[in-house]
Nanobody, 125 residues
Framework: QSQLEESGGGLVQPGGSLRLSCAASGFILDYYHIGWFHQAPGKEREGVSFISSGGGTIEYADSVKGRFTISRDDAKKIVYLQMNNLRPEDTGVYYC??????????????????WGRGTQVTVSS
C-alpha cells in the first residue's frame, strides 16, 4: 500500500525554523514527483513547493521563495521541506503529495495521486 507520512510540525515563534519530513512507504519514491501543500484554517489547500523525480526541477510559491527549501533523499525515501524565517501566515497543516506525471500545474492539488495526512505548523509568539 502506497503511503506518505509527514512529520516535523510544531509550534514555533515568528522568525523560527522547522524541517518537515515526508516519508514514503509501499512504493519506489525515486519515480515520483512530490509536492508540499499548505492549508491555512478556513482556506483551501495551496501549493508551497515541488520537487521532480530526480530533483532536476524545483518550484516554490512566491510567498515562500527565499525562506523554504525542498530536497529529497531517495535512498532514505524522504522528502524534506526546510522552513526558515517563519511567519504567522505560514500557520496551518502541511501535506505532501506524490504523482508519477510531471505537469506544469504542480501547485494544483488535483495533480497528485495520493497524499499524506498532514502535520500541523503553528507560528505564534
Amino acid at each position: 500500500q502506497s503511503q506518505l507520512e509527514e512529520s516535523g510540525g510544531g509550534l514555533v515563534q515568528p522568525g523560527g525554523s522547522l524541517r518537515l519530513s515526508c516519508a514514503a512507504s509501499g512504493f519506489i519514491l525515486d519515480y515520483y514527483h512530490i509536492g508540499w501543500f499548505h492549508q491555512a484554517p478556513g482556506k483551501e489547500r495551496e501549493g508551497v513547493s515541488f520537487i521532480s523525480s530526480g530533483g532536476g526541477t524545483i518550484e516554490y510559491a512566491d510567498s515562500v521563495k527565499g525562506r523554504f527549501t525542498i530536497s529529497r533523499d531517495d535512498a532514505k525515501k524522504i522528502v524534506y521541506l526546510q522552513m526558515n524565517n517563519l511567519r504567522p501566515e505560514d500557520t496551518g497543516v502541511y501535506y505532501c503529495a506524490a504523482d508519477l506525471e510531471l505537469g506544469s500545474t504542480w501547485y494544483l492539488p488535483s495533480q497528485y495521486e495520493f497524499w499524506g495526512r498532514g502535520t500541523q505548523v503553528t507560528v505564534s509568539s
